[in-house]
């Protein structure tokens, strides 16, 4: 089974500064995606950015991106010029191929604070 | 555009009450997903379904029952509810194809006294 691991449970950033969220996984598969989805106080779930396993670019929305390390099994969350609006619960999640492999595997969270 | 719809939004239970909570979804997804998310403990898959009929047990899949009797609902029912129980309910759904991400409702917060 799939394992995610997001070390920090809470972390915070001044505005217009960046920030690292931490993420690794533990599985066999060799094809797979990552997701890290952001719950912001209004409790809705929003896909921030995805990564396949079989791309070597790191993947990039705006001011998310992510350091995606294959052989490590890490899967970090990069986010630049920090805004008040960034102020949320961010999870990390898996998704194997396969059968019961399709299903999301989360981590336990990071709340990220934004201070003006 | 209506995406993942959850009814009821909010309910309080007495323990040993039952429940169900309904799951709609409008964009023809093939998967469905019942989680529970707790304080410190992220998102729990409670039950989940690859098709129309077809229902799996997830990671914390006890006290709790589902059915997907069509493709686009799934409900997640509650026969004795205990303490236990209190959290907020998180219902979604994706495509099978891996590259596509999954839809959420906006939660159900239970609390069970």
């Known amino acids: 089974a799939q394992t995610v691991t997001q070390s920090q449970p809470e972390m915070s950033v001044q505005e217009a500064e960046t920030v690292t969220l931490s993420c690794t996984y533990d599985?066999?598969?060799?094809?797979?995606?990552l997701f890290w989805y952001k719950q912001p106080p209004s409790r809705q779930m929003i896909l921030v950015i995805r990564q396949e396993a079989y791309k070597q670019q790191n993947a990039t929305e705006n001011r998310f991106s992510v350091n995606f390390q294959k052989a490590a099994k890490s899967f970090s969350l990069k986010i630049s010029d920090s805004q008040l609006g960034d102020t949320a619960m961010y999870f990390c999640?898996?998704?194997?191929?396969?059968?019961?492999?399709?299903?999301?595997?989360f981590g336990k969270g990071t709340l990220l604070t934004v201070n003006p | 555009n209506a995406g993942v719809t959850q009814t009821p939004k909010f309910r309080v239970l007495k323990t040993g009450q039952s429940m169900t909570l309904l799951c709609a979804q409008d964009m023809n997804h093939e998967y469905m997903y019942w989680y529970r998310q707790d304080p410190g403990m992220g998102l729990r898959l409670i039950h989940y379904s690859v098709g129309e009929g077809t229902t799996a047990k997830g990671e914390v899949p006890d006290g709790y029952n589902v059915s997907r009797l069509k493709k686009q609902n799934f409900l997640l029912g509650l026969e004795s509810a205990a303490p236990s129980q209190t959290s907020v309910y998180f219902c979604?759904?994706?495509?099978?194809?891996?590259?596509?991400?999954?839809?959420f409702g906006q939660g159900t917060r239970l609390t069970v006294v």
């Open positions: 599985t066999s598969e060799s094809n797979y995606y």
């Open positions: 979604a759904s994706s495509y099978v194809r891996l590259n596509t991400e999954a839809f």
């Open positions: 999640a898996f998704r194997g191929p396969g059968g019961s492999n399709y299903k999301l595997t």
